[in-house]
């Protein structure tokens, strides 16, 4: 179970039907689920009884203090409107040029990197879109070698606090042996260079990017976010959006590369709908092969592969009896790979997410960005910023999986490739642009 909880939940889903309650360390009952009506009840129809699980909250909130990540109620709603406004459509084309800067400056280290020979996609995709995020919060003129302590204080805290939730019984020695120090250390080293950088935006000429909308923010009595707020608030959006997309990009790329008959229409419909020019987000609807593309590797491989709930009262939820204090898991990953609404589930086909197909989704089982108030507040920015490094990197690179590689996904926080994906990277040659191809699996 701690090395891979995803195959054992997904034999008991086999043994015991779409429901099924499991006591972790033999005591603590949690209901583990992929039925659409259990998972539609919890997550949004009665939302309000349930709140994020205390494990979460406690350890992130130890670290990351107060944020949309880390509280409930009042707090959260009001914090969730207004942040809610930096990932509007119209704020979501201003930061389109911050992205793509962000990815030209990245993607020059990786071009060095590709010449040299194969690379681990995983970090190299992590670091590309952690500058993205970063400077869509701070903006294009946040320093290299900041994002960099930030990133590294990013997961190393995130490791240790999944090694404090899993081995509870090493805290004590996590204490008198430093080690919890040296993440606080770290911790409060990124902290201080966001509260600075806040500090200096204060005084300076107003942004476009999503700090200067946290600044800006006003609560319907007029008043600001305290620029502590502003640090946490800032924080965690960084650490939601650290692994997520990187994540997904890497496994788009691994699946994509044992099929070249999509790659070859992927790149046809990008050449069609940009020509040469960048992408911004008034572009993202019309690249609609690309989205069923992402679409379907978000289903196979899911960033989260659960989300979990904790039931303030007695519920029930389709036959499901939901006790107070019970955790609901809602275990993505097997809903995503299940038989029952998926016909041959392990296949990657995009067509699953054309028009025609989607209408007949069962709803509430695909769910890579959550669903109901606490989904992710970042999904279109996301998709934006996946599309936006595949539209560069499949028109300029043919892209290889290196032979004789173990690829295993392990499911930590997120479901990491255990091992990293190494791939080569070589120019394409210039292609005249075709009429969209035909690409069935
Ligand atoms: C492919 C990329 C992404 C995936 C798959 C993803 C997935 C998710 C999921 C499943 C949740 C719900 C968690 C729950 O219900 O407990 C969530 C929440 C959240 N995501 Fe994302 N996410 C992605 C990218 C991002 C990005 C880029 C950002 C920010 C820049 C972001 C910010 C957030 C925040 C702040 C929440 C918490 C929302 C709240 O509780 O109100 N995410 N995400």
Redesign the pocket.
Known sequence: MAHNPVRVLTKYIELHGDTFRFYFGGVKEAIVTINPVVIQHV?KNNSENYH?SEI?KKRMGHFLGK???TTEGEA?RTQ?RL?QAG?ERKQLEVLSSIMRDSLADSLRDFDRQCRIGPVDVYPVMMKI?FGM?AR??FGARLKEEDIDIISLAISTVQEFMVRQTIQPYLNPWFAVSGELRRHWGMRNRAFGILRDYIQRRRKEVPGHD?LQILIDARYSDGRAMSDELVVSESM???V??HE??S??LSWLLYLLSSRPDCVEKVREEFEVVLGDRPLTYSDVPKLEFATQVIMEA?RLY???WM???MALADDRAGNVDIPRGSTVV?F?HGAHHSPQYWDNPERFDQERFSKAQEKLHTPFTH?????????????N???L??LMILSVLIRKYDFRLVAGQTIEARPMVILRPEHGIRMTFTETIPRAVGRLSDCSA
């Open positions: 997550l994020k979460q944020g949309l990540l959260w969730r942040i990932f879109t995020v869509s919060l999503l965690q959006l960084l939601a959006g997520t997309s994540n997904a978000l899911p960033p989260f989300v979990d709930r809602v993505i769910l890579p960005f959550g669903a109901g108030s606490r989904g992710c507040i970042g999904g920015y996301a998709m910023q996946m």
